[in-house]
């Protein structure tokens, strides 16, 4: 563990990633006390002071019914952390064990599982996305569903590979010859080999979600008003270009920032994991 | 059979099992929908009769596998059905729609292409100093944005504050639009031999493809660097640098070509993200295509037109990647010259 703290440290990209990722999570989490205006988060109108360009206390300036651009920003990134993580959480139990199984079993369930596999796979992501929520009532629980169904098979495919590879090795055949069951070689012999790659994906991938998602919502297909969320605050301000700029410039960084850093960071876990292995 | 053949028919004849599949989700999906789509097609003035004779009409009271049937059996004569949005068979909705699409995609592609890996090759060979690092950090912020961030960004630098480029549309309003022929603008206008027609359209499609292709653009660079770095390591780099090859030689011919493969393969893949990414430059950039269609069947909860418009763009991805394969098995000298030896 300290090993691998001064490898992370060491690389300056890395500790930007660290902070980067840090402060979103961070203001995600304290969004009550850190918002100069926690209201502003849901349907709050304050027409004498709306369309304001950033000044002090708004920072970043107020939106078209008055409302705290900042504050909303630090509200949409608690919004969008819960939905990566939930997202993960249900995407990488499904795509492991569908990797997993493909990989180590081989035969007809590989070739089932592979095949459904493709079929996800070959739907453009936000396409797939955008007809399940389409088709389905625009809310955060429906957005977390979308972004799943499109999300297992990518750990399907990365767990395939790695299982593949793995089972040639000779602690697969002795777990075998001693007579474990298949349930044990894939999932306490085989698994704990693939942990690194998984970690690093989903690393990655928090910040990949945080990017669908909000391009959901930028089709006005994601979380709906008055929840505020990045990619809806960009299709909403977009309409006001370039005299209103603060309206768009702020969430696009906002998502910008956010994925940047953990993009950093997984590819810190990258080496730091690469060269341990 | 030659290799390449028997890839083919390989490649082929998955693809169209893969198809299917789609087709099956896609349809499954549309199906089970809370909501009425005769009742939301035809508005909330119409009678109870008026919607009635629709549902029979799509065959929304048979069970969902009949209705695939129907659908199958209207697929086979190139029939997708009408759409409930714009009342025109879905087929000529997407004719109309797709080549503006296509068009920006194929674009974008050139630009991942055409500046990806050479930046990629640029920073492998000059790993570790000053220039890896500025176009390693320059990548990385092109694939941590989503493509309607940058379309957002680009126009507001070089169509607002610096007007360089229009701000929305395909083609210039004062032009007359060239003849249609195969529907890609920049193709008909030189066609047409309307040579104002082609530079207009040109000077609207770079913006809005250039945002569309910066993360393929970071990501063409990122695999491109990682490749190449691996292949440094190898003893035959060592050899050619020992004897005294120029740097630029030994990046673009030695260290490049094992690389390419794996690059095309990635490439490959950025194009399907692409084809969905498009509908989100095309809301920024008002562009004619299949985005605006899109969304709003979607909205409209218009079963043809949703199962025809994903069809279409799965069945042109799976295309491009057939092409890919191809393209490597072409490159690939273990493939190439094996069917050279068997013939």
Sequence with gaps: MRRIFYILLSNPLSVIGLVLVGTVVFSAVFADFIAPFPSHRGAVVDFSNFNQPPHWPNIFGTDLVGRDVFSRILYAYRI???????????????????????GYLGGWTEFCLMRLTDVFL???????????????????????????????????????????????????????????????????????????????????????VILIASSLSFLGLGVQAPTPDLGSMVAEGGNYLPDSWWLTVFPSLAILIAVFGFNLLGDAFRQVLGSDQ | MSPVVRLLVKRLSISVIVLIGVSMLIFTIARVIPGDP?????????????????????????????????????????????????????????????????????????????????????????????????????????????????????????????PLFPIAGQISDTLPVPQRITGFLLVDSLLDGNFRAFFSALHHIILPAFALALSGIGQAARLTRSNMVETYDKPYIEMAQSFGFPARRIANRYAFRPSLIPSLTIIGLD?????????????????????????????????????????????????????????????????????????
């Excluded at chain 1, 750990?155 to 602690?171: D, P």
């Excluded at chain 1, 044990?184 to 910040?207: A, Q, W, Y």
Aim: include cysteine; charged fraction near 15%; proline fraction near 5%.
């Design chain 1, 80 to 102: 969008s952390l819960i939905l990566g993580v939930v997202v993960l959480a249900i995407a990488v139990p499904i795509g492991v064990t569908v990797g997993l199984a493909a």
């Design chain 2, 38 to 162: 005769a009742r939301i097609a035809l508005g909330p003035n119409a009678t109870t009769e008026q919607v009635e004779k629709l549902r029979d009409k799509l065959h929304l009271d048979e069970p969902i596998y009949i209705q695939y049937g129907y659908f199958v059996r209207d697929f086979a004569k190139g029939d997708l059905g009408v759409s409930l949005y714009t009342n025109r068979p879905v087929t000529t909705d997407i004719a109309q729609f797709l080549p503006a699409t296509l068009e920006l995609v194929i674009v974008a592609g050139m630009f991942m292409i055409g500046l990806g890996i050479p930046l990629g090759i640029m920073s492998a060979r000059f790993r570790g100093k000053a220039a890896d690092n500025i176009i390693r950090v320059i990548s990385l912020l092109g694939v941590s944005a989503p493509s309607f961030v940058w379309a957002v960004i680009l126009m507001l630098l070089f169509a607002f504050f610096l």
């Design chain 2, 271 to 343: 194009f399907a993200a692409m084809l969905g990414n498009a509908f989100l430059v095309e809301a920024v950039y008002a562009w004619p295509g299949l985005s605006r269609y899109g969304v709003q069947v979607i909205l409209r909860k218009d079963l043809n037109a949703i199962v025809g418009t994903v069809l279409v763009i799965s069945a042109t991805f799976l295309i491009v990647n057939i092409i890919v394969d191809l393209l490597i098995a072409y490159i690939n000298p273990r493939i190439r010259l094996a069917e050279r030896g068997g013939s």
């Design chain 1, 122 to 208: 070959s739907i453009p992501p936000l396409v797939l996305a955008m007809s399940v929520m389409g088709l389905l009532e625009p809310t955060l629980t429906n957005g977390m569903l979308a972004v799943t169904t499109m999300w297992w098979p990518w750990y399907a495919r990365l767990v395939y590979n790695v299982t593949r590879s793995e089972a040639q090795e000779g602690y697969v055949l002795a777990a075998e010859i001693i007579g474990a069951s298949r349930l044990h070689v894939m999932f306490r012999e085989i698994l704990p080999n693939c942990v690194p790659s998984i970690v690093t994906k989903m690393t990655l991938d928090l910040g990949f």
